[in-house]
């Protein structure tokens, strides 16, 4: 509903900071919300010892909302965010107004990409983050084209990347390979859904926000040219424009 207030939730492994750019036209428009989620930005990571789970990362956002009095948003997330948002959804639908599913997926991961992500976060705990995980993530969070010819956003990725405590990249690492596929829980879900997806995103590709898109009942597919999976930040026009131009829809 275009009144909600739009709850916007960060990719791994950055933090809130990524919708800087995306912030202020959609700021005009509606009231918007960027948290940093747990383990990463400024959040503290609570219970390290508890068993990392996307669930818990999606009872923050709630108390969230209550803490902020809001009854009902349209709640959205790119890449991990977005898997957040869906866990929301499954947890309390009641509370999903519509849905922004940015660069991201609603199925589980596979045996493989499970087994990189322990992988990684042991790495995380055992070696710190510094340089490698930048390394690592920036030929798959950013596009050739991006890499090649924008060493500005190149520059605030990595910076972005090496500023998060290897204690909330791991947990996060854990909790992304635990989740499970929301596929029924998107095709249940009987609000507006706008999907959005760079068109070099190998990680969640054009086929999967398309498969997404197709089945959400009500969904809108976006695909924002010459962008890989960190649209927000490589493309913040269009993604701010794609939401502007679907939130009037939503006055239902």
């Known amino acids: 509903m275009a009144d909600l207030p739009l709850v916007l939730l960060h990719a791994y492994p950055v933090d809130a900071r990524m919708w800087n750019a995306v912030r202020e036209p959609l700021a005009a428009r509606t009231r918007v919300i960027t948290p940093d989620q747990r383990g990463l930005g400024r959040t503290p990571l609570p219970d390290p010892d508890r068993e990392p789970s996307l669930d818990d990362a999606a009872r923050d956002v709630l108390a969230l909302l209550d803490k902020l009095e809001l009854e009902r948003v349209v709640l959205g997330g790119c890449s991990m965010g977005g898997y957040v948002t869906?866990?929301?959804?499954?947890?309390?639908?009641?509370?999903?107004?519509?849905?922004?599913?940015?660069?991201?997926?609603?199925?589980?991961?596979?045996?493989?990409?499970?087994?990189?992500?322990?992988?990684?976060?042991?790495?995380?705990?055992?070696?710190?983050?510094?340089?490698w995980l930048a390394e690592a993530m920036l030929p798959i969070l950013l596009s050739e084209?991006?890499?090649?010819?924008?060493?500005?956003?190149?520059?605030?990725?990595?910076?972005?990347?090496?500023?998060?405590?290897?204690?909330?990249?791991?947990?996060?690492?854990?909790?992304?390979?635990?989740?499970?596929?929301s596929t029924e829980a998107l095709r249940e879900a009987r609000v507006p859904t706008l999907v959005v997806v760079g068109e070099h995103d190998t990680v969640t590709?054009?086929?999967?926000?398309?498969?997404?898109?197709?089945?959400?009942?009500?969904?809108?597919?976006?695909?924002?040219?010459?962008?890989?999976?960190?649209?927000?930040?490589?493309?913040?026009?269009?993604?701010?424009?794609?939401?502007?131009?679907?939130?009037?829809?939503?006055?239902?």
């Open 205 to 252: 590709p054009p086929e999967a926000a398309r498969e997404m898109a197709e089945t959400a009942p009500d969904g809108t597919l976006v695909v924002l040219p010459g962008a890989g999976h960190l649209t927000p930040l490589e493309a913040p026009e269009g993604v701010a424009t794609a939401i502007l131009d679907w939130l009037p829809g939503q006055a239902r």
């Open 86 to 131: 869906l866990a929301v959804l499954r947890a309390a639908p009641e509370r999903v107004g519509g849905l922004v599913l940015v660069d991201t997926k609603a199925t589980a991961d596979t045996d493989e990409a499970r087994a990189n992500r322990l992988t990684a976060a042991e790495r995380a705990e055992t070696e710190g983050t510094a340089v």
């Open 145 to 181: 084209e991006t890499r090649s010819s924008r060493p500005g956003v190149v520059a605030t990725v990595r910076e972005l990347i090496e500023s998060q405590p290897p204690g909330g990249v791991a947990w996060a690492q854990r909790a992304m390979a635990a989740r499970p596929d």
